[in-house]
């Protein structure tokens, strides 16, 4: 069964409540010891007037009172100070009955400076006065006289005022309890709701509780805990949105080539009587399509295998400008086969890297072979080569068709193609740019894409230099 918070409040109120009777009745007791301690230490309780009492006041002994910083006086029927020991506390020696009368009143005022002790003696008819001066005052009584015939409705009364005033501080906490708590309730209730929002899949959700307290920190935690889990459910869907593609252009890349070599192999098995030419032509097709099959396999293995946590290049320390040079002689006769002008700009410096000869070779091999697929006879082609801040960067650039907008930020992922059809004679498998971004990668580089306005392309590769 679930507890309220407001009624766990309350209860703590009250054990709270108890326990500030408990202590109050507890210093009432502590107050009473102190009195019975304080009469016997203090000197006005040492000697009072009654002790010292004789019916000839000549007789009295005020020694011991004079040397505690007391004093004694006497005052007869006439209101006259007959006798006077000490510090004098009547200054004048006749008094009339209403300065007298005044003296008593002023000696039972709380706020004298001085405790007062005053009996009268009937036999010799005078009042005997023991002052002392007041260190401390403190005054606590409670009386009970039950032979008074009004007890039972003064103890009804008073009976009243503590059940009201009971009910009144238990009122008073009830109240006080609902309002704490909705303090902390209605935080948490919006942090439930929001939770459960986040749960039935709404990632959009965020908690405004507009405190500045510990559950503004809990607030904050919250929203970026959404925030991280709405980020990661979109890079979830747009990875199996990725996957789905990939499969679909996978599939549909292989399709293609093992059609028409199942086509043509069955033409071949059914139509003996074919010509050596056709019978040539169509084994041309058939080597071809399986070419392009393996083809992609070899490169849909690559990739895989870069992606691997095992793979390892086989890297040396090599010159950059020249290992650059030989990559860029091999590409002359493919450039003037394909009608593509050329010009490279690369220093005679040394420049030294740590390289895997035959993965960086794939790398401008794959850019090269993209250019000439893709772009017009007459297009130009620029290979260039510079060192700064401790990188080498390469630029591979060309002055063709260039890249369409909403390929740009995906044209590194796997099988992306310009053409969407993905015919054979218009491109590649789509894996050569995946490929040669990863093996920058994993040289410590990367490869990026520049656009040139509306027309040409530049790849930058970056490698570190040692």
Request: hydrophobic share 40%.
């Amino acid at each position: 069964m679930k507890k309220k918070i407001a009624n766990q409040f309350f209860a703590h109120y009250l054990v709270v409540f108890t326990f500030v009777i408990l202590s109050t009745a507890l210093a009432v007791a502590l107050l009473s010891i102190g009195s019975r301690i304080a009469s016997n230490a203090f000197a006005i309780n040492r000697y009072p007037a009654s002790s010292i009492m004789l019916d000839d006041y000549r007789q009295i002994d005020t020694s011991p009172i004079v040397k505690s910083g007391g004093s004694v006086q006497v005052i007869d029927k006439e209101y006259r100070v007959v006798r006077s020991e000490g510090p004098d506390a009547i200054p004048r020696k006749q008094l009339t009955p209403a300065e007298f009368t005044d003296f008593l009143m002023w000696s039972k005022h709380k706020n004298t400076p001085f405790h007062h002790d005053i009996l009268y003696n009937p036999a010799g008819e005078f009042w005997l006065i023991v002052t002392f001066p007041a260190s401390i005052r403190i005054d606590f009584a409670f009386t009970m006289n039950p032979a008074t015939g009004e007890f039972g409705l003064a103890a009804l009364i008073f009976g009243t005022v503590m059940v009201v005033y009971l009910l009144l501080l238990v009122g008073l906490s009830m109240v006080y309890s609902k309002i704490t708590a909705a303090q902390i309730t209605v935080p948490l209730r919006r942090l439930c709701e929001g939770t459960r929002l986040l749960r039935e899949g709404d990632y959009s959700v965020r908690v405004d509780l507009r405190l500045q307290n510990e559950f503004a920190e809990l607030q904050s935690t919250f929203n970026d805990m959404a925030d991280r889990i709405e980020r990661e459910m979109s890079l979830r869907r747009k990875s199996e949105e990725d996957r789905k593609r990939l499969i679909l252009d996978i599939s549909h890349d292989l399709k293609n080539p093992m059609s028409s070599i199942q086509g043509y192999a069955e033409l071949l098995y059914q139509r003996p009587d074919l010509s050596e030419k056709d019978r040539n032509e169509y084994l041309k097709i058939i080597q071809q399509n399986s070419q392009r099959a393996n083809q992609l396999l070899t490169e849909l293995f690559e990739l895989s295998e870069m992606d691997s946590p095992e793979f390892t290049l086989r890297a040396q320390e090599v010159d950059l400008s020249e290992t650059l040079r030989q990559a860029c002689g091999e590409l002359v006769p493919q450039l003037e086969r394909a009608g593509f002008r050329y010009e490279f700009d690369i220093p005679e410096e040394s420049v030294l890297c740590l390289l895997d000869l035959n993965r960086f070779s794939r790398i401008i091999q794959n850019l090269a072979s993209n250019a000439m697929r893709y772009n017009p006879l007459g297009t130009t082609v620029k290979v260039k080569l510079e060192v700064q801040n401790g990188q080498a960067i390469i630029d591979f650039a060309d002055d063709g068709v260039g890249i369409p907008a909403h390929l740009t930020e995906d044209i590194f992922k796997a099988f992306v193609r310009a053409d969407t059809s993905r015919r054979s004679e218009t491109g590649g498998s789509g894996l050569g740019l995946s490929i040669a971004k990863r093996i920058a990668q994993a040289h410590g580089g990367y490869l990026t894409l520049h656009t040139e306005g509306e027309q040409g392309s530049v790849f930058r590769i970056v490698l570190p230099v040692i």
